[in-house]
Each structure stands twice: as C-alpha cells, then as structure tokens.
C-alpha cells in the first residue's frame, strides 16, 4: 500500500481519532496505531495562512502550531527492557508537512513499497538513519517538513515534551503526525493538546471566509424580515395559515444565521468552541429546513389553496418530517459539534446517505404533489391561482437543476482534490446550499406576499372563478338577467362545492 494512501487514510480519520475544542487539538490517552514499519497518531489537518506579522495577541497576523503539554507514556514491558542508567531509551518523532510535501516523509529501496521509518536498505540509498522517520527537504523551503525529537531517558514509563511553537511562513494545508518507529514502543499513548493559529484568529482555513458570509447572510434574512413583517402586520386580518408557516421559515433562518455568526465569531477569538452553543445552532438549523422543506411540499399538494387539510396525508407528512429531522441533526451534530480538522470524518459519509434519500424523496413527492394540483387549477379554470402555481413549479425546477449541477460539482471537487489542497475555496461547498434556500424562500414569500387579495388565494369550493373579464361582464349585465345569473351561479356553486370536497377526500385515499 502506497505511503501517500497511508496517510491520507490518516488524516481521514483524524476527526474520530482526536478529541478537539475548536482549534485547541485535546488528546486523551489517544493510541498510536501500526502502520507499515512504524506506528502513527494523527495530531490534526488545519489550512494556515502565513504569518502576517511576530507580535503575540489574538489577531497579531501571527500563524502557528503550538504543543502544550503533551507527555507521551510507554508500555511497562517497554520501560524495564532498559535501565535507569541509560540516557535515550525511545524516540518519539513529532512530523508536521504540507499536503503538497505528502511524498517527501518516506521512501523506498529499489522501487519496492514505500517505509515510513528508515530501514538498513535505505539507510544505505539513502542516507537516512536507520529507526527514524525518512524526511525528505522540501523543493521550496529545506526547513521543511518539520521533524522534532522527544527521548524517553532510562526506564521511565513517560517523557514530555517541551513547550514548542512552531511559526507557519508559508499558507498550505499542514498535517500533524506523532511517529515511532522502534517496535517495542507498541501500545504507547500520548496526552497533552496542540493550539492551531492563523493570522486573524483561532478559526481553521477552510471555516474562516464562513464567519463573513454569515454577517451577509443575517443581513439578508434581517432586510427579508423586515420587508415581510411589515406587510404581516399591515394586513393581518387577510394572512392565511399558509403565510403564519412562512414567517416561521423566516425567524427561524434569521435566528440560525445569527447564531452560526455568533459561534463562528466566538470559536475565531477565543479558540474555543463550546458544544452547548453549537448543539444550539445545528439543531435551530435543523428545525429549520425541515419546516421549510414541509412548507414547499404542502403547497405543492395545494394546502390551504385548493383543499383545506391534508386529510389522510397529514400523518404521512408529519412522519417524514420527523425522520428528516432526526437524519439532518444527526449529520449536522456529526460534522459541526466538537468538530475542528479541515477534513470530515468516515461517519459523515454514513449519515450523508439516509440524508441525501430522504432529499430525493421529497423532491419526487413534490413534484408529484405539484402537478396533481396545477391539473386541478386547470380543471377548474381558476386562472390566478393557476398562474401563482406555474410560477412556483418554475422556481422550483431552477431549484432543482442548480441543485443537481451543484452536487456534481462538488462530487468533482472532493473527487479530484483527496488531500484537501484547494481548502481555501471549499467553504463556498456548504455556502451555496445557504444561499439557495434562501432564493427559494424569497421566491415563496413573493408569491404569497400578505396583501389585501391575499385570500383570493385561499381555499374556497367556487370552481366557477374563471377569468377576470367573465367576472367583469357578470356583473354588468342586466338587473333581470343579472338575478337569474346569479341564483344559478349560486346553485352551481353550491354543488360544485360538496363535489369538490368529494374529489379531495377520494384523492387523499388513493395516496
């Protein structure tokens, strides 16, 4: 198996294999794990930018990686093996590279597989010191990657290592190892934590451009609220209960835009990330797209537009409510709460599937609901309501195949870049979903605006409303004509009232 394999394997699991306070890497008895001919603990994977400035504050513009702390403790097997007597009695290797330096840790002897440690045939090529990792300079920079030394000293179970700061000159994305190399320090563990820094604060690479685009993002949602409310409240007495369920969308996405600011900004000043705060904000979230999912799949079936209730679809959409909800925070808890590295964890993976099925679902049932209901509009010849509908079907059909181009881009972005070296454009990955959610949201509160007509939208059993200028020339005919008129169109009303009501209850039965 390939060196480089090896270790992005590593830098994968990562995330599980480390306890992390946001960019504070915690390290509890953490394993060091066989790999090849040595045996690995993976400190971290982080985007830096270069050190900015040397002076020493919060955003000094200095970058760096910190060790604090950090005691290494062998087996006791391994610690009687010597005597007190004896000066250096086991090495542990602290590596830090660049993912564009994977190949320069490791080598190989006559092109066979490639070793972490340095074997007797490579001590030989080249030049290496046998029992030690194989560091290879670096093309742009012979200072690096970075190889640091810690001894156990006689028959000590532990050793600790100094507090070091190691300065980050140039922006990449940087990889953390603890390395040994000598097999009798099998089953060693290491304690201790590491502070990872750029220049304008704790946040990691890839998560630093979000805290600004979520300042954007609370603007939005504030200005979106603030254009809603007025007309909310300006035209109270015609809202419909469709137009009460957007302005929960609404407040519930100012509300989680407003926080993930507020635990961005806190996690980029201080360093730490508190669960509590970020429990809060992916559950919000959660809430949240799960209402607004709901919301577009009920006015696809045309609630409150063309049939009072859901009927017997009520439990069914209340279900997949429930089970998209669980699916989303599990997901999001997964990736966002106690969560630091630049690269995602092997659980997401799992628990991407069941939140991508559930997604496609919806879409299908939408979509299904949505052109039973423009068949009904055009049955009926209510043309308002019918041009309201197309209008939505269209946004939602942009939504869809932006969506679908999206996602195939981003399976092609993660696909090609296995080692995370374009982190610096990945955050726009999870903005896009923000700022399409959004756009649907605006195009949803458009159509349904508050406004003094807004209940000619509402459910009713008149399927005569048929175009404006009929209703127009009903009313000016004359006196004599206009009563007889009238009287049948109220007898036509009436049935076709209590066939309708029919109609909606057949059809909540056959789905």
Known sequence: MDLAYRISIFILLSTALTTTNASIHIYRNQLFNEVGNAYLLPGGSEGLAASLSSEKSVSDGRSFIRFENITFWRTQAAADGHSDEEHSTG???????????????????????????????????????????????????SNWPIVLNIHFGGNYLSTSMDKTEVPITKTGMYNLFFIACDPK??????????????????LPGRMAPLMKFYVYMTIAYLLLSIIWFSQYVRFWKDILLLQHCITAVIGLGLFEMLLWYLDYSNFNSSGMRPVVLTSWVVTVGAIRKTLARLLILSVSMGYGVVRPTLGGLTSKVLLLGATYFLASELLDITEYVGTINDVSGRARLFLVLPDAFLDAFLILWIFTSLSKTLEQLQVKRTSAKLDLYRKFSNALAVAVI??????????????????NERWQSAWIIKTFWDILSFAL???????????????????????GEESDDEEAQSLTRGQSDGDVGLVKQERNNGNAGVSDH???MEEDKRE
């Open 441 to 463: 949201l605006c195009v949803i509160c458009y159509l349904w605006a508050p406004s003094q007509s807004s209940q000619r939208y509402a459910y009713s059993g008149d399927v």
């Open 502 to 504: 029919e109609d909606d």
């Open 185 to 202: 320090l099998k089953g060693t563990t290491m304690s201790g934590k590491t502070v990872w820094k750029n220049p304008n604060g704790y």
């Open 402 to 419: 932006a969506s679908v181009g999206w996602i195939t881009f981003e399976v092609y972005f993660k696909a090609t870049d296995p080692f």
């Open 91 to 141: 090495l542990i290797q602290v590596v830090i590279f660049e993912a564009a330096d994977r190949n320069n840790i490791g080598g190989s002897a006559y092109g066979g597989q490639r070793s972490i440690c340095c074997t007797p045939d490579l001590a030989k090529l080249e030049g290496c010191k046998q029992g030690e990792v194989i560091r290879i300079p670096s093309a742009t920079d």
